[in-house]
């Protein structure tokens, strides 16, 4: 079973569209992330977020917003794509006191 | 704000070589560390972390780490490396003060280890 779907693992679309990856965790666990990985391996934090709070890098577009419809989702959506946002995007989550994070197997987007 | 720096990009070595890869972090107040691993086409997988006590931590695979806390380093190591150990390896902290748990990365190093 998986802990931690994405889903699409590959996304293939036109500059300008408006797209969603959607994440889903069975861990019960509170707190879900998104991550970029550039071409270079980098990987960087998007968001924070659990049933208390957002909590956006200042770094990222507002075109980027995540929507989580309940506990175990957090989708991103992504409006007005632009080249740059290739990249591949990791869905995560972890119990807050823990602090490890359980990572998806990745969504592949590719703006042409 | 916190950063973490992996010093080693790529390194290439032969199997049953021992492995070092440095990790510093620049944050003064208390941390967890982790390492994760990227095998090519596959999701990060939590290596070993560090919260408290023992600063040396012993991961899966055969994989350790210490905690240096003045030098700010958490370096992975690994006796005696294998061909599937091939990978991406990633250093990430957490500080204690940091608003939702979310983890500072570093570069990335890329692991070779040939046959």
């Known amino acids: 079973d998986t802990a931690v779907s994405q889903t699409p693992k590959y996304l293939v679309t036109q500059m300008g569209n408006d797209k969603s990856i959607k994440c889903e965790q069975n861990l019960g666990h509170d707190t879900m992330y998104w991550y970029k990985q550039d071409s270079k391996k980098f990987l960087k934090i998007m968001f924070s977020?659990?049933?208390?709070?957002?909590?956006i890098n200042e770094t990222v577009p507002n075109r980027f917003s995540p929507k989580s419809p309940d506990k175990a989702h957090l989708n991103l959506h992504i409006n007005s794509l632009e080249l740059g946002d290739s990249a591949v995007y990791f869905c995560?989550?972890?119990?807050?006191?823990?602090?490890?994070?359980?990572f998806g197997a990745g969504t592949r987007l590719s703006v042409l | 704000a916190q950063s973490v720096s992996q010093h080693n990009h790529h390194v290439i070595l032969s199997e049953a070589a021992s492995l070092e890869l440095g990790c510093n972090y620049s944050?003064?107040?208390?941390?967890?560390l982790f390492w994760y691993v990227q095998y090519p086409g596959q999701h990060l997988q939590l290596l070993l972390k560090?919260?408290?006590?023992?600063?040396l931590v012993k991961g899966i695979k055969g994989f350790e780490a210490e905690f240096i806390k003045s030098k700010f380093s958490f370096n992975l190591r690994k006796p005696s490396v294998q061909w599937s150990d091939t990978a991406e390896y990633f250093c990430a902290v957490n500080s204690h003060n940091n608003a939702g748990n979310m983890l500072t990365f570093g570069g990335g190093t890329r692991l070779m280890v040939k046959p």
């Open positions: 944050y003064g107040g208390t941390v967890n």
């Open positions: 977020y659990n049933n208390k709070e957002l909590i």
């Open positions: 995560a989550s972890s119990q807050e006191v823990s602090g490890i994070q359980y």
């Open positions: 560090y919260f408290s006590g023992d600063p």
